[in-house]
Protein backbone atom coordinates (compact mmCIF):
# COMPACT_ATOMS: atom_id res chain seq x y z
CA UNK A 1 0.00 0.00 0.00
CA UNK A 2 1.08 3.65 -1.00
CA UNK A 3 1.95 5.59 2.10
CA UNK A 4 1.36 9.61 2.67
CA UNK A 5 2.95 11.84 5.37
CA UNK A 6 1.50 15.61 6.33
CA UNK A 7 3.25 17.49 8.65
CA UNK A 8 1.17 20.16 9.90
CA UNK A 9 -1.50 21.35 12.30
CA UNK A 10 -4.31 20.13 13.61
CA UNK A 11 -7.82 21.53 13.40
CA UNK A 12 -10.32 20.37 16.45
CA UNK A 13 -13.24 21.30 13.79
CA UNK A 14 -11.83 18.28 11.37
CA UNK A 15 -11.92 20.42 8.25
CA UNK A 16 -8.43 21.38 7.77
CA UNK A 17 -4.85 20.43 8.87
CA UNK A 18 -4.05 17.19 9.60
CA UNK A 19 -7.59 16.18 10.02
CA UNK A 20 -8.73 17.14 6.40
CA UNK A 21 -4.94 15.18 4.79
CA UNK A 22 -5.22 12.13 6.64
CA UNK A 23 -8.97 11.97 5.14
CA UNK A 24 -7.68 13.06 1.99
CA UNK A 25 -5.19 10.25 1.88
CA UNK A 26 -7.59 7.43 2.46
CA UNK A 27 -9.91 8.74 0.10
CA UNK A 28 -7.82 8.06 -2.45
CA UNK A 29 -6.42 4.50 -0.66
CA UNK A 30 -3.05 5.77 0.39
CA UNK A 31 -2.36 5.00 4.37
CA UNK A 32 -1.57 9.00 5.64
CA UNK A 33 0.32 9.42 8.78
CA UNK A 34 1.37 12.47 10.42
CA UNK A 35 4.03 14.91 12.18
CA UNK A 36 1.71 17.45 14.13
CA UNK A 37 3.56 20.94 13.85
CA UNK A 38 1.08 22.93 16.29
CA UNK A 39 -2.57 21.88 18.00
CA UNK A 40 -5.46 24.81 17.39
CA UNK A 41 -8.51 25.21 18.73
CA UNK A 42 -10.82 25.97 15.99
CA UNK A 43 -14.22 26.13 14.25
CA UNK A 44 -16.04 26.95 11.34
CA UNK A 45 -16.11 30.46 12.38
CA UNK A 46 -12.65 31.30 14.06
CA UNK A 47 -9.09 30.37 15.04
CA UNK A 48 -9.35 31.16 18.93
CA UNK A 49 -6.12 29.64 19.81
CA UNK A 50 -2.87 28.02 18.26
CA UNK A 51 -0.42 26.16 21.01
CA UNK A 52 2.74 25.14 18.80
CA UNK A 53 4.84 21.99 18.88
CA UNK A 54 8.30 22.02 20.39
CA UNK A 55 11.04 21.84 17.61
CA UNK A 56 12.26 18.57 19.71
CA UNK A 57 9.03 16.48 19.34
CA UNK A 58 8.02 17.53 15.71
CA UNK A 59 11.78 16.34 14.89
CA UNK A 60 11.05 12.93 16.60
CA UNK A 61 7.68 12.31 15.06
CA UNK A 62 9.42 12.64 11.83
CA UNK A 63 12.64 10.25 12.93
CA UNK A 64 9.94 8.03 14.10
CA UNK A 65 7.89 7.69 10.70
CA UNK A 66 11.02 7.75 8.69
CA UNK A 67 13.23 5.30 9.98
CA UNK A 68 10.35 2.60 10.56
CA UNK A 69 8.03 3.12 7.32
CA UNK A 70 9.08 3.66 3.63
CA UNK A 71 7.39 7.36 2.78
CA UNK A 72 5.61 7.42 -0.83
CA UNK A 73 5.02 11.28 -0.77
CA UNK A 74 5.07 13.93 1.78
CA UNK A 75 2.66 17.17 2.40
CA UNK A 76 3.79 20.09 4.37
CA UNK A 77 1.15 22.46 5.67
CA UNK A 78 1.23 24.68 8.74
CA UNK A 79 4.35 25.66 9.87
CA UNK A 80 4.40 28.61 12.63
CA UNK A 81 8.12 29.21 13.80
CA UNK A 82 11.12 29.69 12.72
CA UNK A 83 12.69 27.37 14.47
CA UNK A 84 10.13 24.43 13.73
CA UNK A 85 10.83 24.99 9.81
CA UNK A 86 14.32 24.46 10.89
CA UNK A 87 14.09 21.03 12.22
CA UNK A 88 11.76 19.78 9.83
CA UNK A 89 14.14 20.54 7.09
CA UNK A 90 17.37 19.75 9.15
CA UNK A 91 15.21 16.16 8.87
CA UNK A 92 14.29 16.34 5.29
CA UNK A 93 17.74 16.65 4.53
CA UNK A 94 18.54 13.53 6.26
CA UNK A 95 15.76 11.23 4.79
CA UNK A 96 15.62 12.89 1.71
CA UNK A 97 11.68 11.71 1.08
CA UNK A 98 10.40 12.31 -2.73
CA UNK A 99 7.30 13.77 -4.18
CA UNK A 100 7.07 16.68 -1.25
CA UNK A 101 4.47 19.19 -1.72
CA UNK A 102 4.67 22.57 0.05
CA UNK A 103 1.65 24.00 0.58
CA UNK A 104 2.45 27.37 2.60
CA UNK A 105 -0.72 27.91 5.15
CA UNK A 106 -0.28 31.19 6.04
CA UNK A 107 -3.63 33.13 6.92
CA UNK A 108 -7.05 30.58 8.08
CA UNK A 109 -10.28 32.01 6.33
CA UNK A 110 -11.21 33.59 9.32
CA UNK A 111 -7.89 35.78 8.97
CA UNK A 112 -6.03 34.17 11.61
CA UNK A 113 -2.34 34.74 10.80
CA UNK A 114 -0.92 31.10 11.39
CA UNK A 115 2.33 31.48 9.61
CA UNK A 116 4.49 33.93 11.80
CA UNK A 117 5.32 36.44 9.56
CA UNK A 118 9.30 36.74 10.29
CA UNK A 119 9.08 32.80 9.52
CA UNK A 120 8.35 33.20 5.66
CA UNK A 121 11.76 33.74 4.36
CA UNK A 122 13.07 31.02 6.23
CA UNK A 123 9.90 28.88 5.07
CA UNK A 124 11.34 30.05 1.79
CA UNK A 125 14.89 29.56 2.40
CA UNK A 126 14.54 25.81 3.82
CA UNK A 127 11.86 24.26 2.47
CA UNK A 128 11.34 25.41 -1.02
CA UNK A 129 14.49 24.04 -2.25
CA UNK A 130 13.18 20.64 -1.37
CA UNK A 131 9.86 21.00 -2.71
CA UNK A 132 8.63 18.82 -5.87
CA UNK A 133 5.73 21.23 -6.18
CA UNK A 134 4.31 24.34 -4.21
CA UNK A 135 0.56 25.33 -4.30
CA UNK A 136 0.30 28.91 -2.61
CA UNK A 137 -3.55 30.80 -3.74
CA UNK A 138 -2.71 33.97 -4.86
CA UNK A 139 -2.33 35.85 -1.10
CA UNK A 140 0.68 33.23 -0.67
CA UNK A 141 1.78 33.49 -4.22
CA UNK A 142 1.96 37.77 -3.31
CA UNK A 143 3.62 37.62 -0.50
CA UNK A 144 6.20 34.65 -1.38
CA UNK A 145 7.07 36.33 -5.01
CA UNK A 146 6.86 39.94 -3.72
CA UNK A 147 4.47 41.05 -5.86
CA UNK A 148 0.98 41.95 -6.44
CA UNK A 149 -1.30 39.38 -8.86
CA UNK A 150 -4.37 40.71 -10.43
CA UNK A 151 -3.92 39.23 -13.92
CA UNK A 152 -3.11 35.80 -15.62
CA UNK A 153 0.25 37.15 -16.97
CA UNK A 154 0.97 38.76 -13.22
CA UNK A 155 0.45 35.03 -11.93
CA UNK A 156 3.10 33.58 -14.61
CA UNK A 157 5.37 36.12 -13.42
CA UNK A 158 4.65 34.97 -10.21
CA UNK A 159 5.11 31.51 -10.71
CA UNK A 160 8.24 32.16 -12.67
CA UNK A 161 9.99 33.94 -9.34
CA UNK A 162 8.89 31.39 -7.01
CA UNK A 163 10.29 28.34 -9.19
CA UNK A 164 13.66 30.26 -9.13
CA UNK A 165 13.50 29.58 -5.45
CA UNK A 166 13.83 26.20 -5.91
CA UNK A 167 11.05 24.16 -5.83
CA UNK A 168 10.67 21.81 -9.11
CA UNK A 169 6.98 23.09 -9.85
CA UNK A 170 4.67 25.92 -8.89
CA UNK A 171 0.92 25.43 -8.90
CA UNK A 172 -1.21 29.41 -7.89
CA UNK A 173 -4.16 28.19 -7.16
CA UNK A 174 -6.68 31.22 -8.57
CA UNK A 175 -10.10 31.02 -6.90
CA UNK A 176 -8.95 34.74 -5.39
CA UNK A 177 -9.06 35.79 -8.65
CA UNK A 178 -12.33 36.74 -10.12
CA UNK A 179 -14.47 34.39 -12.80
CA UNK A 180 -13.92 30.63 -12.83
CA UNK A 181 -11.42 28.69 -10.47
CA UNK A 182 -8.42 28.88 -12.54
CA UNK A 183 -5.35 27.71 -11.36
CA UNK A 184 -1.73 27.71 -13.03
CA UNK A 185 1.04 25.19 -13.17
CA UNK A 186 4.44 26.37 -14.14
CA UNK A 187 7.53 23.71 -14.87
CA UNK A 188 10.38 26.56 -15.62
CA UNK A 189 9.28 26.93 -19.07
CA UNK A 190 5.43 26.22 -19.69
CA UNK A 191 2.49 28.03 -18.18
CA UNK A 192 -0.14 25.73 -18.25
CA UNK A 193 -3.72 26.65 -17.46
CA UNK A 194 -6.19 24.43 -15.47
CA UNK A 195 -9.83 25.74 -15.92
CA UNK A 196 -12.79 25.19 -13.24
CA UNK A 197 -16.00 26.24 -12.62
CA UNK A 198 -16.44 28.15 -9.60
CA UNK A 199 -18.84 26.35 -6.99
CA UNK A 200 -21.62 28.73 -5.28
CA UNK A 201 -20.63 27.98 -1.86
CA UNK A 202 -20.16 29.58 1.37
CA UNK A 203 -18.55 25.45 2.33
CA UNK A 204 -15.00 26.00 1.49
CA UNK A 205 -13.13 25.44 4.88
CA UNK A 206 -9.91 23.37 4.18
CA UNK A 207 -9.76 23.48 0.20
CA UNK A 208 -6.00 24.14 0.23
CA UNK A 209 -5.19 21.64 2.81
CA UNK A 210 -7.44 19.25 0.58
CA UNK A 211 -6.00 19.97 -3.00
CA UNK A 212 -2.49 19.94 -1.87
CA UNK A 213 -3.21 16.09 0.38
CA UNK A 214 -4.91 15.29 -2.75
CA UNK A 215 -1.42 15.70 -5.36
CA UNK A 216 0.55 14.27 -2.60
CA UNK A 217 -1.55 11.28 -2.83
CA UNK A 218 -2.00 10.97 -6.67
CA UNK A 219 2.42 11.43 -6.60
CA UNK A 220 2.02 8.23 -4.34
CA UNK A 221 0.26 6.56 -6.09
CA UNK A 222 2.52 7.32 -9.28
CA UNK A 223 1.12 9.89 -11.21
CA UNK A 224 3.10 12.03 -13.19
CA UNK A 225 2.41 15.85 -11.20
CA UNK A 226 0.26 17.19 -14.43
CA UNK A 227 -2.44 13.91 -14.17
CA UNK A 228 -1.76 14.23 -10.36
CA UNK A 229 -2.59 17.78 -10.44
CA UNK A 230 -5.88 16.72 -12.99
CA UNK A 231 -7.00 14.48 -10.53
CA UNK A 232 -6.47 16.68 -7.51
CA UNK A 233 -8.40 19.33 -8.88
CA UNK A 234 -11.02 16.97 -10.10
CA UNK A 235 -11.12 16.05 -7.08
CA UNK A 236 -11.19 19.08 -4.50
CA UNK A 237 -14.41 20.28 -7.07
CA UNK A 238 -16.56 17.17 -6.36
CA UNK A 239 -15.47 17.80 -2.50
CA UNK A 240 -17.00 21.58 -2.48
CA UNK A 241 -19.37 20.85 -4.66
CA UNK A 242 -21.28 18.66 -2.06
CA UNK A 243 -19.22 20.12 0.74
CA UNK A 244 -21.06 20.04 4.47
CA UNK A 245 -23.00 22.69 5.53
CA UNK A 246 -21.65 22.29 9.64
CA UNK A 247 -21.52 24.48 11.84
CA UNK A 248 -22.66 28.54 12.23
CA UNK A 249 -19.52 29.25 9.93
CA UNK A 250 -17.42 28.26 6.65
CA UNK A 251 -18.15 24.88 6.59
CA UNK A 252 -16.02 22.07 5.37
CA UNK A 253 -15.60 19.97 1.99
CA UNK A 254 -16.74 16.50 2.12
CA UNK A 255 -13.89 14.62 1.50
CA UNK A 256 -15.84 11.15 0.97
CA UNK A 257 -18.22 12.24 -1.50
CA UNK A 258 -17.07 9.44 -3.88
CA UNK A 259 -16.96 6.78 -1.41
CA UNK A 260 -20.49 7.62 0.27
CA UNK A 261 -22.19 7.70 -2.99
CA UNK A 262 -20.65 4.34 -4.12
CA UNK A 263 -21.89 2.68 -0.87
CA UNK A 264 -25.41 4.17 -1.01
CA UNK A 265 -24.92 6.62 1.67
CA UNK A 266 -27.13 10.07 1.73
CA UNK A 267 -25.41 12.92 2.96
CA UNK A 268 -28.06 15.55 3.41
Known amino acids: MKTALTIAGSDSSGGAGIQADIKTFSAHGV ?5 ITAVTA ?95 NIPEAEEIAGIRIDTFKDMEWAAKRIYDMGPKYVLIKGGHMPGDATDLLYDGKNAKYLEGKRINTKNTHGTGCTLSSAIASNLALGFCIDEAVKKAKDYITLAVKYSLSLGKGVGPTNHFYELYRKAGIKID
Open 31 to 35: FGMSV
Open 42 to 136: QNTQKVIDVQDMTPDIIGKQIDAIFQDIEVDAVKIGMVSQIKSIEIIAEKLNIYKPTNLVLDPVMVSKSGYKLLNPMAIDTLVKEILPLSYVITP
